[in-house]
């Protein structure tokens, strides 16, 4: 069984930072990808940003320049600086991962609210 726990959601002023984290755990051989997700109220589910196993990274336009994705063996973070209300949203950790010889997975986290509000 895997599991994905992410923390570091809370409720900050325009401008201020935040730090997220995402922990893989449980039976799988490798991690393909790791990345982060938001879905704002009443809209679709979009990328924020995946890091590959080889480090490449591909960032949403709307946060390039402020977020920072970084990778610590199972562990995935994201550095979220000068936030802005619209970057309001539940934000999910998710991972596709090997789970049997050549067999890839894809795993969710339960989900982190992030408010940004004077």
């Known amino acids: 069984q895997v599991q994905l726990v992410e923390s570091g959601g809370g409720l900050v002023q325009p401008g201020e930072s935040l730090r997220l984290s995402c922990a893989a755990s449980?039976?799988?051989?490798?991690?393909?990808?790791m990345g982060w997700y938001r879905q704002a109220p009443g809209k679709q589910r979009d990328l924020v940003v995946v890091?590959?196993?080889?480090?490449t990274t591909n960032y949403a336009d709307s946060v390039k320049g402020r977020f920072t994705i970084s990778r610590d063996k199972n562990t995935v973070y994201l550095q979220m600086d000068s936030l802005k209300p619209e970057d309001t949203a539940v934000y999910y950790c998710n991972a596709k991962l090997e789970v049997a010889f050549g067999q890839a997975r894809a795993y969710w986290g339960q989900g982190t609210q992030v408010t940004v509000s004077s």
């Open positions: 449980g039976s799988f051989f490798s991690i393909y990808a």
């Open positions: 890091i590959t196993s080889g480090g």
